[in-house]
């Protein structure tokens, strides 16, 4: 199970809670985790 959990994307709290310095840094951390959970949990799930 926390395997699965750790596959899992970020939450958008990242983002909100983001400087507004930080917003593109950020926003583009938490679309490559979601890119990479895409393809990673269905491997953890499977395996």
């Known amino acids: 199970m926390i395997?699965?959990?750790a596959?899992?994307?970020t939450g958008v709290n990242t983002y909100i809670?983001?400087?507004?310095r930080l917003v593109?840094?950020?926003s583009?951390?938490?679309a490559q985790g979601t890119l990479l959970?895409?393809?990673t949990?269905?491997?953890m799930?499977?395996?």
């Open 37 to 39: 959970a895409a393809v």
């Open 28 to 30: 583009g951390a938490v």
């Open 17 to 20: 809670f983001a400087d507004q």
């Open 7 to 9: 596959t899992m994307p």
């Open 45 to 47: 799930v499977r395996g």
């Open 3 to 5: 395997v699965l959990f």
């Open 41 to 43: 949990l269905p491997v």
């Open 24 to 26: 593109k840094p950020v």
